[in-house]
C-alpha cells in the first residue's frame, strides 16, 4: 500500500514529544504511554482516564462504503454466519485507572484498570436495534526497566488478564454477543514495549512502540495481535502550559475463531494527536488529547473511529 508507505515515513520523520499515547484497545496501557519517564524510587503515580471514540465511519478497505455487512459469531454453534447483521455506527467509552510504583531508580511496576462502555446500532432484516454493553475490563500488570544509566530508553513486559466478561449475551437471540462489545477478552495476553525519551525545556521528543501477542480464549477466539508505534513531541508555552503532538500508527491483525479468519476484522489506523497538558502547582497535571485519523484501512468492511478524545489527570505523589 503505497500511501500507508508514504503515511509511515511521514510519522518517522516527525520532530515531535511528551504527549500522552491515547489508547485503541482495552489491550493499551500504561506500558505504553509516552507521557513520562520512570517514576523515581518509593514514588507513586496515578493516572485517572476517560477516553470516547466515535466509531460511525463506514469503510471498505481504505475507503468509505454505502452500508457495512459484519458476520455473526454462533459461539453455541461453532459457526460464523456470513453478512448476518448490518452496523450503522456506535461510539466507545473507556475508563482507566493506572497506578504504577517505584521499586528503585530504574524500576517500575504497575496495574491497569479498565471499564468499557459501548453502544452500537445495528439492523437485523427489518429490525433496528441499539446494542449497549458495559463492564470491568481486562487488569494488566507488569513492568518497566530502564536500559541505560540515563533511563532515555524503557522497555516494559506486561501480562493482560481475562478479569472482564466474553460471554455477555444477545437480547435479540440470547446467544453470546460479539467479541466486539464484550468487555473482555477472555484470554491472557503479553504486551511488551520500548520508550525512548529526550530533550528537556522547552522542546522535548519521545517515540515508543509495543506489541501485544494475544492468545485463544475458552471460545475458540483470538483477537488479532497489536502493534502500536508513535513519536511524540512538546512545546512549553508557560511554565505550566505544554502543547503537544503525536503521530501514531495502530494496527490490528485479523481475528481468528476455532482457527479460521474471521472476516471483518482487522485494520491499521494513523492517527494526529493534538493536546495539552497543564502542570498544578500541586503536582496534579490534566491533559487532553484529540485524535485524529489521517489513514484508515480496515479488512473487508467495518466500523471505524471518526476522532476520539482523551482526557484525564496524573499525579505522582
Known sequence: MPRLRAILGAV???????AVQACDSTGCYLATRAGGALVGKGRVRVDLSFRHSDQRALREGGGPAEVVWRPRL???????????????????????????????SRVDVFASLPLTRRTYDMTHGFFDHVYATDGFGD???????????????????????????????SF?????????????????????????FHGGAPWSWSASGSYQ???????????????????????????????????????????????????????????????FTFSAPTALSPYAVFQIPVYRYVNEMQLAPRGALLMGLSRTF
Open 74 to 104: 454462533d459461539f453455541e454453534g461453532g459457526r460464523v454466519l456470513a453478512d448476518y447483521h448490518r452496523e450503522r455506527g456506535g461510539e466507545e467509552q473507556f475508563w482507566q485507572a493506572e497506578v504504577a510504583y517505584g521499586v528503585s
Open 12 to 18: 518517522l520523520s516527525l520532530a515531535a514529544a511528551d
Open 213 to 275: 501477542r494475544t492468545s485463544t480464549n475458552d471460545l475458540g477466539y483470538r483477537w488479532g495481535d497489536e502493534a502500536i508505534a508513535a513519536v511524540s513531541g512538546g512545546r512549553s508555552l508557560t511554565r505550566r502550559l505544554r502543547a503537544t503532538l503525536q503521530a501514531k500508527l495502530f494496527h490490528r491483525g485479523r481475528s481468528t475463531f476455532q482457527d479460521e479468519g474471521v472476516r471483518s476484522t482487522g485494520q491499521s489506523i494513523v492517527y494526529l494527536s493534538p493536546g
Open 172 to 196: 435479540f437471540d440470547g446467544g453470546i454477543h460479539d467479541p466486539s462489545l464484550q468487555p473482555g477478552s477472555g484470554a491472557v495476553d503479553v504486551l511488551v514495549s520500548l520508550q525512548t
Open 139 to 169: 487488569v494488566a500488570v507488569g513492568g518497566r526497566v530502564a536500559l541505560d544509566r540515563a533511563a532515555r530508553w524503557v522497555g516494559g513486559l506486561a501480562l493482560k488478564l481475562p478479569s472482564g466478561t466474553n460471554r455477555l449475551t
